[in-house]
């Protein structure tokens, strides 16, 4: 069974704080994706990266792709209570259709 | 555009009842896919049409479950019968090329007492 570990869980922090979330596998991945899901709603796409060793930045948002496509992560630069939400990661094995995703990580923003 | 939509947001229903749940992909979005989460575990993959072809179905827990896309539009999953373990969100998705970005609706909270 292919498995996506994604750390920490759980992250209460301070606004201003810089956090950064995993995403681990032994599985190669030809695409991984980052989503942030809100209560109620499906997960919202925030970036796709596909080439080892790419590095995307979306704000205070910073997406790294392994070298050997294999994990990822998202770092967030001076967090803010907007961006408390439920981040999860998925992966796509190479060669099949089918994402994999992670447990999540849920990330609560103090004011 | 319409993003992915589902229906209903929310269905409580009772042990042994039938339940069905709608998509409506993005409009030209020939791939269609269910997933689904059981509290406190991962979103996981339920099966994938293309157009009105089930191209993969090996995530469908077992035989009460039925997805259909007739006409290769909307689809539907039924539950029948439900059992406490069905309880979940499920989630439909939708891309225009088959292993491409793939766009979630919000999902149907799906609770079987």
């Known amino acids: 069974t292919q498995l996506l570990e994604q750390s920490p869980q759980f992250l209460s922090i301070q606004e201003g704080e810089n956090l950064t979330v995993y995403c681990n596998s032994s599985?190669?991945?030809?695409?991984l994706q980052w989503y942030r899901q809100e209560p109620g709603e499906g997960p919202v796409l925030l970036v796709t990266?596909?080439?080892?060793?790419e590095v995307k930045k979306l704000k205070r948002l910073t997406f790294q792709f392994g070298d050997a496509r294999k994990d990822s992560s998202l770092h967030i630069t001076a967090a803010q209570p907007g961006d408390t939400g439920l981040y999860l990661c998925a992966g796509l094995p190479s060669g099949t259709y089918k994402y994999i995703f992670g447990t999540g990580t849920r990330l609560k923003v103090l004011a | 555009e319409a993003g992915v939509t589902q229906f209903p947001s929310h269905s409580v229903i009772e042990k042994g009842q039938t339940v069905t749940l709608r998509c409506d992909p993005i409009s030209g979005h020939d791939n269609l896919y269910w997933y689904r989460r059981v509290m406190g575990k991962e979103i996981k993959f339920l099966l994938h049409f293309v157009k009105e072809s089930k191209q993969d179905e090996s995530g469908m827990p077992n035989n009460r479950f039925l997805a259909e896309r007739t006409g290769g539009t909307y689809s539907t999953l039924k539950v029948q019968p439900a059992e406490l373990e069905d309880s979940g969100v499920y989630f439909c998705?939708?891309?225009?090329?088959?292993?491409?970005?793939?766009?979630f609706g919000p999902g149907t909270r799906l609770l079987v007492l």
């Open positions: 990266v596909v080439t080892g060793g």
């Open positions: 998705a939708s891309s225009q090329i088959k292993g491409s970005v793939i766009y």
């Open positions: 599985s190669v991945f030809s695409s």
